[in-house]
């Protein structure tokens, strides 16, 4: 009785993000920091609040417990009264900034946000609130450097990774192209603009829909990278051999952790692997500043079992107030799961394929 005498003490407040006051955004900041598995720079209300200044859809419920801010839900209302998480289909992990001790009903969250669901796909398994709404986990890889760059070359070497390859490679890009010179973050708006570039032309090469060609993807990048605060930043790092530009990476850093997010490269100097060589460099950069982990993010890129030594559970799933639309999308979502691990996976997977880009641009309308 006394349990459900505190969730009828829950309040929830809709607004447009850009609406929140300063004390508001400072409590988030507040509540974020207090605990270790919101420490990504996607949790960060400057994310929230840059993107806010850029679209219109982007809302927050705020969540109090007895009248005390306890939580924020931020999200972006697409069509059909359907949730996505603030970036979309760009973030790595998102979910609601609450405190460790807040009480809330998802079901209930939802329907005082004027929603019918809210699809989730990055969510910490430590998240108990939404158990019941997962449908599986997955594993989202990360580099511990938490005892420092060293520890971690040494736990790679034991591993037998392609460190040394990788190594081995940054000699010959400096001896061959000319002298290495990275730069943590960079404020160079040319070498920005390369980033675009070959990234558009690498995501035209692979069929993916070109998301930095997206105005508003452009915009909110374009400011990211200029913030920069202790505890949040758009990390924008850089890498030349002698005169030339041979990769970069635009992420997001929290106070204790990097995440890579866009990278690319000279594909010039493919044979040497411009990126690994800079994701060390990168590694290494982020160890000196106390930094304890660089997140690769969930996937099946080689180099993200190459490099990563440790790993986040994260789940999937839906809270969804339409029973039947609700059941079908877990359905769905089962079917996929079946498909990646069928020995036909690769004929099965056609349909899937030929319908991305139209599924990609829906996404970032």
């Known amino acids: 009785m006394s349990n459900m005498s505190e969730y009828n003490k829950t309040t929830y407040e809709l607004c447009k993000a850009n609406q929140l006051s300063d004390e508001e955004w400072s409590a988030w900041d507040q509540i974020q920091a207090s605990r270790n598995d919101l420490d990504s720079a996607f949790f960060h209300s400057q994310l929230t609040h840059t993107l806010a200044n850029i679209r219109e859809d982007v809302e927050v419920v705020i969540i109090k417990n007895q009248n005390k801010t306890v939580g924020f839900f931020p999200f972006q209302r697409v069509s059909g009264g359907k949730a996505q998480a603030i970036t979309g289909r760009l973030s790595e992990f998102h979910g609601v900034i609450s405190s460790s001790n807040a009480i809330w009903k998802p079901e209930e969250l939802i329907r005082k946000a004027g929603l019918k669901a809210w699809h989730f796909d990055h969510i910490p398994v430590s998240h108990n609130e939404l158990k019941q709404h997962v449908w599986g986990e997955s594993l989202s890889a990360f580099m511990d450097l938490r005892e420092g760059y060293d520890s971690y070359r040494k736990e790679l070497k034991k591993r037998g990774s392609s460190l040394s390859h990788t190594e081995r490679k940054s000699r010959k890009l400096a001896r ?140 999937e799933g839906s809270v969804d107030i339409r029973p039947i639309s609700g059941n079908l999308h877990k359905q769905w979502f089962h079917t996929k799961q079946w498909i990646r691990s069928s020995p036909y996976r690769k004929q099965l997977e056609i349909p899937l394929t030929a319908s991305r880009k139209l599924r990609q641009w829906l996404a970032f309308r």
């Open 176 to 315: 061959e192209i000319g002298p290495l010179r990275f730069e943590f973050h960079s404020t160079d708006d040319e070498a920005f603009q390369n980033l675009i570039k070959w990234k558009t032309a690498q995501h035209d090469r692979t069929g993916v829909l070109k998301v930095l060609e997206v105005d508003w993807v452009y915009q909110l990048l374009d400011q990211l990278r200029k913030i920069q605060t202790d505890s949040f930043g758009g990390q924008f790092s850089t890498l030349h051999a002698g005169d030339e530009l041979v990769a970069v990476h635009l992420g997001l850093r929290s106070r204790s952790a990097l995440h890579i997010w866009f990278p690319s490269y000279n594909l010039q100097y493919e044979k040497y692997s411009p990126g690994l060589v800079l994701l060390l460099e990168m590694a290494k950069a982020s160890a000196e500043i106390n930094l304890k982990r660089i997140d690769l993010g969930r996937g099946e890129e080689r180099y993200k079992a190459n490099f990563g030594t440790g790993v986040i559970p994260i789940t």
